[in-house]
Nanobody, 120 residues
Framework: QVQLVESGGGLVQAGGSLRLSCSAY????????MGWFRQAPGKEREFIVS????????YAADSTKDRFTISRDSAKNTVYLQMNSLKPEDTAVYYC?????????????WGQGTQVTVSS
């Protein structure tokens, strides 16, 4: 059974940084592209960034690519999202997801999400 578990969310002031983690269980981590998404209250889920299995290719949304960085550690079956210069509009539930084929998805496996709140 595939399980993705996010952690690292919380409350941070505008301008601050957070690093989210997502640990993967029940899948061969090195064979999956991993991605991060977010969903703000009242809005649709939004793609942020993804990384391929070998960590030599990423795909990022224009809205956050200058502030958010994805990385992965295959030894720990974990993918990270480093978020810098956070803004109140970054407040959302952040989800990681796994894709067996491509950094462009589809992403059939999802975590439960971690809340990020950015105060002004």
């Amino acid at each position: 059974q595939v399980q993705l578990v996010e952690s690292g969310g919380g409350l941070v002031q505008a301008g601050g940084s957070l690093r989210l983690s997502c640990s993967a269980y029940g899948l061969t981590f090195s064979r999956y592209a991993m991605g991060w998404f977010r969903q703000a209250p009242g809005k649709e889920r939004e793609f942020i960034v993804s990384i391929n299995w070998s960590a030599d290719s990423t795909y990022a949304a224009d809205s956050t690519k200058d502030r958010f960085t994805i990385s992965r550690d295959s030894a720990k079956n974990t993918v990270y999202l480093q978020m810098n210069s956070l803004k109140p509009e970054d407040t959302a539930v952040y989800y990681c997801a796994a894709a067996p084929d491509s950094i462009y998805g589809p992403f059939p496996y999802w975590g439960q999400g971690t809340q990020v709140t950015v105060s002004s």
